[in-house]
């Protein structure tokens, strides 16, 4: 099993930016991928982002040209930077490890942080 511990989230501004980080331990044969899901209140958990061991990358298309998932192998951390952040991207975001063939299936997940976006 893979553990993964968020940081990084808070309240910013609309039109500011964060970044979130996800230190990951432990390991699972299967992990090729790593991603962020978010929730926001009343809606499904939906996919935000995933980059493959390989640097290959999916996003949301509601995120394309303003969020970067990136990963430091050397520090098992993968990060997602935030940009011209919205309203609409309130929401707990939620970091995962998982497999990725021809989409990204995630199966470790961490507790999710925080993501408010002020008017």
């Known amino acids: 099993q893979v553990q993964l511990v968020e940081s990084g989230g808070g309240l910013v501004q609309a039109g500011g930016s964060l970044r979130l980080s996800c230190a990951a331990s432990?390991?699972?044969?299967?992990?090729?991928?790593m991603g962020w899901y978010r929730q926001a209140p009343g809606k499904q958990r939906e996919l935000v982002a995933a980059?493959?061991?390989?640097?290959?990358?999916d996003y949301a298309d509601s995120v394309k040209g303003r969020f970067t998932i990136s990963r430091d192998n050397a520090k098992n951390t993968v990060y997602l930077q935030m940009n011209s952040l919205k309203p609409e991207d309130t929401a707990v975001y939620y970091c995962n490890a998982g497999v990725h063939r021809d989409k990204y299936i995630p199966i470790d997940w961490g507790q999710g942080t925080q993501v408010t976006v002020s008017s």
């Open positions: 432990g390991s699972r044969f299967s992990i090729n991928a």
């Open positions: 980059i493959t061991s390989g640097g290959n990358t």
